[in-house]
Every structure is written in structure tokens, then in C-alpha cells.
């Protein structure tokens, strides 16, 4: 594994475990270069997963891109890091066992609507704001007004 710190391939493993839900293996290793000190995740992928854009493009399923869309809608928000890593590991075992390789944008972005919705209303709106291409305040005052109606 390479230090991120100077770039050296020469790390060390200090200590391994199990995550909380035993989705992955965090340990936590030292650069022998400049000892520095850093945690990498070890995670099973079952498959390789294409993200295939509305327009057509593709690009590999990126899980901490994932993570990060997930995040900055969560931003000053009170969601637990434990809880949001829950729901995206859920979100990738659900894509991973559905048997396709390649993941349809739209689907993929439903799944993170519905995690969110889960996790925290305004987070959900915030995320459907830039999903949905919200234009102007009505945009958020109709589909604040469906949210009350699938209530």
C-alpha cells in the first residue's frame, strides 16, 4: 500500500479488525519512510460495476464517490459516519447482487434518494434539488409538497 503522505510503496500493517458490521477489514499502517501513520479499508467486490451516464457514457461504479455525493448532502447534518457507512454498504451489496454489471445512473441515483429519505429529510431535498435539476424555489415547493403526500 502507498503512503499517501510521501508516496512510498514500503508500508507497514500495525493493527487489523473487522469493521462494525463486518463489511470490511480497517487497518491501520505505518510508511517505514516517513513514518506517518494512515487507515485503509480492505472490502470484498464481487464484481465490477459500470456506471452508465444518461448520455450514454460509462465510468467504473466509484464507492467513495459515492460516499462524498451521499456526504455533502448530509453536510451539518446530525447523521452518525457508522449509519451513513451502513447505508452504503447496503446500497453496494444491493447493486452487486442484482446480478448486472452495468448500473443504470438513474437507478443508482433512486437508491441513494431512497437511503437518504431514510436517513434525513433535508438531506433527501438537497440531494433530489441536484438529481432533479431544480431551476427555481418552485421546483423545491412541489416536491416538498409530493414528500407530504407518499407520507
Same mark, same amino acid.
Given at each position: 500500500?502507498?503512503?499517501?503522505f510521501c508516496g512510498n510503496d514500503d508500508t507497514q500493517? *500495525?493493527?487489523?479488525? %473487522?469493521?462494525?458490521?463486518?463489511?470490511?477489514? #480497517?487497518? #491501520?499502517? =505505518?510508511?517505514?519512510?516517513?513514518?506517518?501513520? @494512515? &487507515? &485503509? @479499508?480492505?472490502? !470484498? =467486490?464481487?464484481?465490477?460495476?459500470? !456506471?452508465? *451516464? $444518461?448520455?450514454? *457514457? +460509462?465510468?467504473?461504479f466509484d464507492r467513495e464517490k459515492l460516499v462524498r455525493?451521499? =456526504?455533502?448532502? /448530509?453536510?451539518?447534518?446530525?447523521?452518525?459516519?457508522? +449509519?451513513?457507512?451502513?447505508?452504503?454498504?447496503?446500497?453496494? +451489496?444491493? /447493486?452487486?447482487? $442484482?446480478?448486472?454489471?452495468?448500473?443504470?445512473? *438513474? &437507478? /443508482?441515483? $433512486? /437508491?441513494?434518494m431512497d437511503a437518504l429519505k431514510t436517513l434525513d %429529510?433535508?438531506?433527501?431535498?438537497? @440531494?433530489?434539488?441536484?438529481?432533479?435539476?431544480?431551476?427555481?424555489?418552485?421546483? @423545491?415547493?412541489?416536491?416538498?409538497? &409530493?414528500?407530504?403526500?407518499?407520507?
Amino acid at each position: 500500500m502507498r503512503c499517501p503522505f510521501c508516496g512510498n510503496d514500503d508500508t507497514q500493517v *500495525k493493527d487489523s479488525r %473487522p469493521t462494525e458490521d463486518n463489511s470490511a477489514i #480497517r487497518r #491501520r499502517r =505505518q510508511c517505514v519512510n516517513c513514518g506517518a501513520r @494512515f &487507515t &485503509t @479499508f480492505e472490502r !470484498v =467486490q464481487i464484481r465490477e460495476l459500470t !456506471v452508465v *451516464k $444518461s448520455t450514454g *457514457k +460509462r465510468e467504473a461504479f466509484d464507492r467513495e464517490k459515492l460516499v462524498r455525493s451521499m =456526504q455533502i448532502a /448530509l453536510r451539518k447534518r446530525q447523521v452518525d459516519s457508522d +449509519r451513513l457507512e451502513r447505508v452504503v454498504n447496503g446500497i453496494v +451489496r444491493n /447493486l452487486e447482487s $442484482s446480478g448486472e454489471s452495468d448500473i443504470p445512473s *438513474k &437507478t /443508482l441515483g $433512486s /437508491l441513494i434518494m431512497d437511503a437518504l429519505k431514510t436517513l434525513d %429529510p433535508v438531506a433527501y431535498v438537497r @440531494f433530489a434539488s441536484v438529481y432533479r435539476n431544480f431551476r427555481e424555489a418552485r421546483d @423545491f415547493e412541489e416536491f416538498i409538497e &409530493t414528500i407530504g403526500e407518499n407520507d
